[in-house]
């Protein structure tokens, strides 16, 4: 577990990264052309989100983003990993959440519906395919064997990831870009292990994302829809417990909590929100952090911004585990970019002025 950013960088990155680059391009270029495909079926269909409500896009827009997705992940894996153990199971979960939740796009289904749907998927992925977190690390390479709570425990994961991807799935472009990032953390952990396989089946992940991200970005041209949050959040759930959570490392799980940490303290707030409230925890409202973030006047790319920023830098920490502890300070200067491109955008409309005329003609 060392630092492969150190003094041989690039030999450590062709080959230890090397092995997703291709995948990656795959998933991206499947996905960017089924895209244009997608919008057309959903126009076809009748599958729109048409604007008003909760809802902030002016426009009909196009639902089945999620398929395209699909798409692109399934193809590279297909291609890249066909004969390995995993790629089955990992391709039937994620597909059965694709598939089943466009049944929530097109009808709007009742939360309690969803709930089920989410279950179903839940429940193949650890009773048909034996996907489970069946222990824990410490410090000092001590393990806890779960026991028979390992089977309630990565039910709680599996949801846990579908419903956090899906109530991040508020702002044009933020699920996408997140997930992208997150898969970019778990594809670093586990070129940091050799864990060739997985690094493929993140850089699948992470180049599904940037390929729909082309079309996703404010102003968005399609939606994912639940179908696709529900994908991304099922995807991420499975990669991640058999990639570096499958490696005797501790705290291996930690790496993509760490990444989604927003988005899981804002879910986690919504439900204690809504039961003080007397409300169903189902329920939607515009309370979430991205909602915060636009009310206090953000644009929808700058929000997107933040959260990129935050989540890689939660990530870059995470990595700090497995070695990587070079990788932070670039993480660290790249949010500062970014916040302070966000700031000045912020200042600029809101028409604030240097009060000193010596600074302002320095300034100019």
Same mark, same amino acid.
């Given at each position: 577990?060392?630092?492969?950013?150190?003094?041989?960088?690039?030999?450590n990155l062709r080959e230890r990264l090397g092995?997703?680059?291709?995948?990656?391009?795959?998933?991206?270029?499947?996905?960017?052309?089924?895209?244009?495909?997608?919008?057309?079926?959903?126009? $076809?269909?009748?599958?729109?989100?048409?604007?008003?409500?909760?809802?902030?896009?002016?426009?009909?827009?196009?639902?089945?983003?999620?398929?395209?997705?699909?798409?692109?992940?399934? @193809?590279?894996?297909?291609?890249?990993?066909?004969?390995?153990?995993?790629?089955?199971?990992?391709?039937?979960?994620?597909?059965?959440?694709?598939?089943?939740?466009?049944?929530?796009?097109?009808?709007?289904?009742?939360?309690?519906?969803?709930?089920?749907?989410?279950?179903?998927?839940?429940?193949?992925?650890?009773?048909?395919?034996?996907?489970?977190?069946?222990?824990?690390?410490?410090?000092?390479? #001590?393990?806890?064997?779960?026991?028979?709570? @390992?089977?309630?425990?990565?039910?709680?994961?599996?949801m846990g990831m579908q419903n956090t991807v899906?109530?991040?799935?508020?702002?044009?472009?933020?699920?996408?870009?997140?997930?992208?990032?997150?898969a970019v953390t778990l594809m670093l952990a586990?070129?940091?292990?050799? #864990?060739?396989?997985?690094?493929?089946?993140?850089?699948?992940?992470?180049?599904?994302? @940037?390929?729909?991200?082309?079309?996703?970005?404010?102003?968005?041209?399609?939606?994912?829809?639940?179908?696709?949050?529900?994908?991304?959040?099922?995807?991420?759930?499975?990669?991640?417990?058999?990639?570096?959570?499958?490696?005797?490392?501790?705290?291996?799980?930690?790496?993509?909590?760490?990444?989604?940490?927003?988005?899981?303290?804002?879910?986690?707030?919504?439900?204690? $929100?809504?039961?003080?409230?007397?409300?169903?925890?189902?329920?939607?409202?515009?309370?979430?952090?991205?909602?915060?973030?636009?009310?206090?006047?953000?644009?929808?790319? #700058?929000?997107?911004?933040?959260?990129?920023?935050?989540? @890689?830098?939660?990530?870059?920490?995470?990595?700090?585990?497995?070695?990587?502890?070079?990788?932070?300070?670039?993480?660290?200067?790249?949010?500062?970019?970014?916040?302070?491109?966000?700031?000045?955008?912020?200042?600029?409309?809101?028409?604030?002025?240097?009060?000193?005329?010596?600074? $302002?003609?320095?300034?100019?």
């Open positions: 577990m060392n630092d492969f950013f150190g003094g041989d960088a690039l030999v092995p997703g680059l291709l995948p990656l391009l795959v998933a991206f270029a499947i996905c960017a052309l089924a895209v244009p495909l997608m919008i057309w079926v959903s126009r $076809r269909t009748g599958l729109i989100a048409e604007p008003g409500g909760r809802h902030s896009h002016s426009r009909p827009t196009p639902l089945l983003g999620g398929v395209a997705m699909y798409a692109g992940f399934a @193809a590279a894996l297909l291609i890249f990993l066909p004969h390995y153990p995993d790629t089955v199971g990992v391709l039937v979960v994620s597909g059965l959440a694709t598939v089943l939740l466009i049944a929530d796009d097109r009808w709007h289904v009742r939360a309690a519906i969803k709930l089920g749907l989410q279950l179903v998927v839940a429940l193949v992925a650890i009773l048909v395919f034996g996907f489970k977190i069946a222990y824990f690390g410490l410090p000092g390479e #001590q393990f806890v064997q779960l026991g028979l709570l @390992a089977i309630p425990i990565t039910l709680v994961w599996l899906n109530l991040l799935d508020g702002v044009d472009g933020l699920a996408a870009g997140v997930v992208f990032i997150v586990a070129a940091g292990l050799r #864990q060739v396989a997985y690094v493929q089946f993140a850089a699948a992940l992470a180049g599904t994302c @940037a390929g729909f991200l082309i079309f996703n970005f404010h102003p968005a041209r399609i939606f994912m829809g639940d179908s696709g949050a529900h994908f991304l959040g099922a995807a991420l759930a499975v990669v991640s417990i058999v990639g570096v959570a499958k490696v005797a490392v501790a705290f291996a799980l930690v790496v993509p909590v760490l990444a989604l940490a927003l988005p899981i303290v804002d879910t986690a707030w919504a439900i204690v $929100r809504r039961r003080r409230e007397g409300t169903s925890v189902a329920r939607p409202d515009q309370l979430h952090l991205h909602h915060r973030l636009q009310a206090f006047g953000l644009d929808p790319r #700058q929000t997107c911004y933040a959260f990129y920023a935050a989540s @890689a830098m939660l990530g870059a920490i995470g990595l700090t585990l497995f070695g990587h502890g070079r990788i932070l300070a670039v993480v660290l200067a790249t949010s500062a970019a970014l916040a302070s491109t966000v700031a000045a955008d912020l200042l600029q409309k809101a028409g604030w002025r240097v009060p000193f005329p010596y600074l $302002r003609t320095l300034l100019r």
